[in-house]
């Protein structure tokens, strides 16, 4: 299994109707394949996404192509034991959840100094790597991931 973690900067405006639709759009894609993970936005997109290799890397190419956003930054995790978000095709989480607990700080600001030529990747990596974990070991408390931007 292989694991995608990126953000976006959108270049058309995000209003929640486009953002609900967006979502719904990719929970029936990624059932057909195989794919979970979560979206987040709030300025950004930062979207995590895991399945079988050959799956989510084509799905990532369709991402990278879409001229809506411009991907900032992107991590690929190979060789992943298994799922951290079985039970979620596409799950739009709230960014303010993120923003609370500091996780989406955390995040951002690691993929913004892995551009940074100085930055060691495998620390960074496993940094970014434990936050995917946190939002997952979180996610068992569903509720405290509703989006909650309307």
Known sequence: MKAYFYISQPLVPVDSASLERLVASAEVKNAAYGITGFLCFKEVFIQYFEGEANEVDALFATIKADPRHQILNCLVFDNIDCRQFPNWRMKLI?????????????????????????????????????????????????????????
């Open 94 to 150: 709230s960014r303010d959840v993120l923003n609370h607990d500091r996780v989406e700080p955390f995040l951002f600001k690691q993929l913004a100094r892995a551009k940074d030529k100085t930055s060691h990747l495998d620390k960074w990596r496993k940094q970014v790597w434990l936050a995917v974990q946190y939002i997952a070991a979180q996610s068992a408390h569903e509720v405290a991931f509703v989006e909650t931007e309307k």
